[in-house]
């Protein structure tokens, strides 16, 4: 722990360590009130896990509160993603293009290897089963019949340049799943600093870049057919998942 107050100090100065400490804090209300508290006013639809709340995200210089599942560590847009994955998919993938998930999570890559899937999460760090750079994939052409970059365009030096891969590598037919931090207005990406890190957010012109590289998008729901009481109880974020389909 003195460590990661000395790392978070060093790099964030005493609003980081602020953050730290009332984040573990709140981590162990939440952690309490899970053990002592009736099960069921939330619950995780990737693992089953019921309970009280969701646990807090420390992020630097501020926690999320309602982020983390305590069983499989799935957060908000990860469950909404194992949503529509599972309202979308067919119940058997075997045969079908693999898929590519960038940043990879383990309840989506369950799922999809639960339903026969060949599936491939990359990620800079070693937690995927193949260690890359999203700006320079280690893939053939046209390699995926879907590519999932959930919050991986807005940290990487050179949007663009993963999204032309991620363009690469989709096949003629397939589909490529984005979320990304949005502002409003027409411009395409605006990069900001948040926490000292710098962040792409993306504007209406997102979508007309996309659109050029021959990819018919739509926004939609990532809870799926989610009711409002629902959403709330699987913990889930109201950010757009665009569904980007390349025609055959
Ligand atoms: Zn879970």
Request: with cysteine.
């Amino acid at each position: 722990m003195s460590r990661t107050v000395l790392r978070v100090f060093r790099t964030y100065g005493l609003r980081g360590v602020a953050a730290l400490l009332l984040y573990g804090v709140v981590l162990r209300w939440v952690r309490w009130l899970n053990r002592i508290l009736p099960s069921g006013r939330r619950a995780c639809p990737a693992c089953g896990w019921e309970g009280f709340s969701f646990e807090p995200l420390f992020h630097e210089t501020f926690f999320r509160r309602g982020a983390r599942c305590p069983r499989c560590g799935s957060l908000e847009r990860q469950r909404g993603l194992f949503l529509f994955l599972q309202g979308h998919l067919p119940a058997r993938l075997a045969g079908e293009r693999p898929f590519l998930q960038l940043g990879p999570d383990r309840a989506i890559s369950d799922l999809l290897r639960g339903r026969s899937a060949r599936a491939w999460g990359l990620d800079r760090r070693p937690f995927g089963d193949v260690r890359g750079d999203a700006a320079r994939l280690p893939f053939r052409d046209g390699a995926f019949g879907t590519a999932i970059a959930l919050h991986v365009l807005d940290y990487l030096d050179d949007p663009q340049a993963g999204l032309a891969e991620l363009s690469r590598v989709v096949a003629p037919g397939g589909t490529l799943l984005l979320q990304v931090p949005r502002i409003p207005g027409g411009a395409p990406r605006v990069r900001c600093v948040i926490a000292r890190q710098p962040i792409w957010r993306f504007g209406d012109g997102f979508e007309d870049d996309l659109r050029a590289l021959g990819f018919e998008v739509s926004a939609e729901n990532p809870g799926g057919a989610a009711t409002p009481g629902d959403r709330a109880r699987y913990g889930l974020e109201s950010k757009p998942l665009l569904v980007c389909r390349r025609a055959p």
